[in-house]
T-cell receptor, first 115, second 111 residues
Framework: DTAVSQTPKYLVTQMGNDKSIKCEQNLGHDTMYWYKQDSKKFLKIMFSYNNKELIINETVPNRFSPKSPDKAHLNLHINSLELGDSAVYFC??????????????FGPGTRLLVL | GNSVTQMEGPVTLSEEAFLTINCTYTATGYPSLFWYVQYPGEGLQLLLKATKADDKGSNKGFEATYRKETTSFHLEKGSVQVSDSAVYFCALSGGYSTLTFGKGTMLLVSP
């Protein structure tokens, strides 16, 4: 009955590899997000989607490509992984884009370590 | 643009002490304000929120009041427990339901 789930929880990989992280929400929300949390716990939004449509695309290297096959899923694919990509990646969802719908619910995170 | 400033941590307290974590913000319009908590190894959980000036959010003994005149949303708890040890994030809402987070404040409570 997990509201926002992510897989995998841990990901250890070599520089240059390509990897994907999956996210699913069962809250019936329209909007989903990806955040990156660095080693100092700073949270930075990367992308947001609303009903499968890209809404926010912050200054993120184009090695990162989000995909939303339906509004319950938002996946993140990363090409040519670099050491600096090591971080915790959080998925989140909210009811929608309107005022009053902005409370976000977070997944447990994916801890990515690039060696 | 929007920004959130939180007090630097870690905040170290003994059990049953009074907690205040300061949060001030800069924003256009009338954002909603949030406190999220992150326990070790976990994701962020919504702790409380307030949607308009003078609203008080409360949950699990924590409280915060939306003060428009001082652009603040300080988190308080009257008596902390060891289990409250976590990182606390203040956040405000912007356009497209985005959240702008502060840098987080680590709370360490000792028995």
């Amino acid at each position: 009955d997990t509201a926002v789930s992510q897989t995998p929880k841990y990901l250890v990989t070599q520089m240059g590899n390509d990897k994907s992280i999956k996210c699913e929400q069962n809250l019936g929300h329209d909007t989903m997000y990806w955040y990156k949390q660095d080693s100092k716990k700073f949270l930075k939004i990367m992308f947001s989607y609303n009903n499968k449509e890209l809404i926010i695309n912050e200054t993120v290297p184009n090695r990162f490509s989000p995909k939303s096959p339906d509004k319950a899923h938002l996946n993140l694919h990363i090409n040519s992984l670099e050491l600096g990509d090591s971080a915790v990646y959080f998925c989140a969802s909210s009811q929608g884009l309107l005022a009053g719908q902005e409370t976000q619910y977070f997944g447990p995170g994916t801890r990515l370590l690039v060696l | 643009g929007n920004s959130v400033t939180q007090m630097e941590g870690p905040v170290t307290l003994s059990e049953e002490a009074f907690l205040t974590i300061n949060c001030t913000y800069t924003a256009t319009g009338y954002p909603s304000l949030f406190w999220y908590v992150q326990y070790p190894g976990e994701g962020l959980q919504l702790l409380l929120k307030a949607t308009k000036a003078d609203d008080k959010g409360s949950n699990k003994g924590f409280e915060a009041t939306y003060r428009k005149e001082t652009t603040s949303f300080h988190l308080e708890k009257g008596s902390v427990q060891v289990s409250d040890s976590a990182v606390y994030f203040c956040a405000l809402s912007g356009g497209y339901s985005t959240l702008t987070f502060g840098k987080g404040t680590m709370l360490l409570v000792s028995p």
